[in-house]
């Protein structure tokens, strides 16, 4: 329960972290990117609980651009800045549990 509940909560920690750079909404030459690269959407270690802030400061996003999950047990969730900080779950904009999930970033900003 409680490494469920860990991986909602780097979910929604992930998709706040990323931020545009780009504030131009062509989507030439979009890209796709594995969440947590060749290791795929995981929970980090106890040691390395920055691993996804890493991540995503090593990648540069803008519109059009799509950040692929693949992972097994656990879910992603699309949430309100709000109710990410009060690490709040409940009726998320977009939920996932398939295992292969794709959010493409629509629009500039936090996520």
């Not at 490494?3 to 972290?17: K, N, P, R, T």
């Not at 990323?18 to 969440?35: C, P």
């Not at 040691?47 to 097994?72: C, K, T």
Request: proline letters at 3%; glycine letters at 8%; one cysteine or more.
């Amino acid at each position: 329960m409680a490494s469920q509940h860990f991986g909602v909560v780097c979910s929604c920690m992930i998709m706040m972290m990323i931020i545009f750079l780009g504030a131009s909404s062509a989507v030439e030459g979009a890209r796709d990117f594995k969440v947590g690269d060749h290791l795929g959407w995981h929970e980090p270690g106890p040691n390395n609980i920055s691993y996804y802030i890493q991540w995503a400061q090593r990648n540069r996003f803008q519109i059009g651009d799509s950040l692929v999950f693949e992972y097994q047990n656990d879910s992603v969730l699309v949430v309100e800045k709000w109710k990410y900080f009060h690490c709040d779950t409940n009726n998320p904009i977009t939920f996932y549990d398939d295992g292969n999930s794709t959010v493409i970033l629509d629009r500039s900003g936090f996520f």
